[in-house]
Nanobody, 126 residues
Framework: QVHLVESGGGLVQTGGSLRLSCVAS????????MGWFRQAPGKEREFVGT?????????YYADSVKGRFTISRDNAKNTVYLQMNRLKPEDTAVYYC??????????????????WGQGTQVTVSS
């Protein structure tokens, strides 16, 4: 059974930073692609970024967070991180990590991910 557990969310002022963590258990982590998504109230879940398991852990980001957010992974700890800097009120959402065991090319599509965490709330005050 695969489990993903996010942590690190909270309340921060505009311009501040947070680092989210996602710990995976139940499978060998190093071969999986990991994604971060977010969902604000009344909106669909949207892609934030992904880190692949091949190609030197290549990362891809949504345009809205590019240059502000950074994804990294520590395979020894079965953990993926989302460093969020220069946060804006529009970044307020529940953030989810997700695991894609097939490193699918459609990494922006949440349906490509087989496992999800429970989410962690990020609130950015103006």
């Amino acid at each position: 059974q695969v489990h993903l557990v996010e942590s690190g969310g909270g309340l921060v002022q505009t311009g501040g930073s947070l680092r989210l963590s996602c710990v995976a258990s139940g499978r060998i982590f190093g071969s999986d692609a990991m994604g971060w998504f977010r969902q604000a109230p009344g909106k669909e879940r949207e892609f934030v970024g992904t880190i692949r398991s091949s190609g030197g852990s290549t990362t891809y980001y949504a345009d809205s967070v590019k240059g502000r957010f950074t994804i990294s992974r520590d395979n020894a700890k079965n953990t993926v991180y989302l460093q969020m800097n220069r946060l804006k009120p529009e970044d307020t959402a529940v953030y989810y990590c997700a695991l894609d065991p097939y490193n699918s090319s459609g990494y922006r599509d949440p349906h490509e991910y087989d496992y999800w965490g429970q989410g962690t709330q990020v609130t950015v005050s103006s």
